[in-house]
Nanobody, 131 residues
């Protein structure tokens, strides 16, 4: 079973960057999909970015317009979310989560949350972007 720890949040000004980390323990990522999610005050939680621990394929939500990128370091068992050109509307609590996929993760399409069950969650890390 995988345990996740998210970190790297903080307070930044609009236009600046942050890199969030999601460190795993208990297992490797080979049979997991890993996702970053966020929840802003008064809004529903939304998926931000996903990566396959099997083949490294990724998916970002279209609204990010290339500002965010996800990556994985299998040796460190850590998934990163690089957030550039941050905007005040990016302010949220960011969570990492994992879905166990026996046989491997070979799909990172837009409906990934319908295909895989993200039921392993780390604690949230706060990202606050000021104007």
């Amino acid at each position: 079973e995988v345990q996740l720890q998210a970190s790297g949040g903080g307070l930044v000004q609009a236009g600046e960057s942050l890199r969030l980390s999601c460190a795993a323990s208990g297992t490797t990522f080979e049979s997991y999909a890993i996702g970053w999610f966020r929840q802003a005050p008064g809004k529903e939680r939304e998926g931000v970015s996903y990566i396959s621990g099997t083949d490294g394929s990724t998916r970002n939500i279209d609204s990010l317009k290339g500002r965010f990128s996800i990556s994985i370091d299998n040796a460190k068992r850590t998934v990163y979310l690089q957030m550039n050109s941050l905007k005040p509307e990016d302010t949220a609590v960011y969570y990492c989560a994992a879905a166990w996929v026996p046989g491997g993760v070979y799909y990172t399409g837009s409906d990934i949350e319908e295909k895989y069950v993200f039921d392993y969650w780390g604690q949230g890390t706060q990202v606050t972007v000021s104007s």
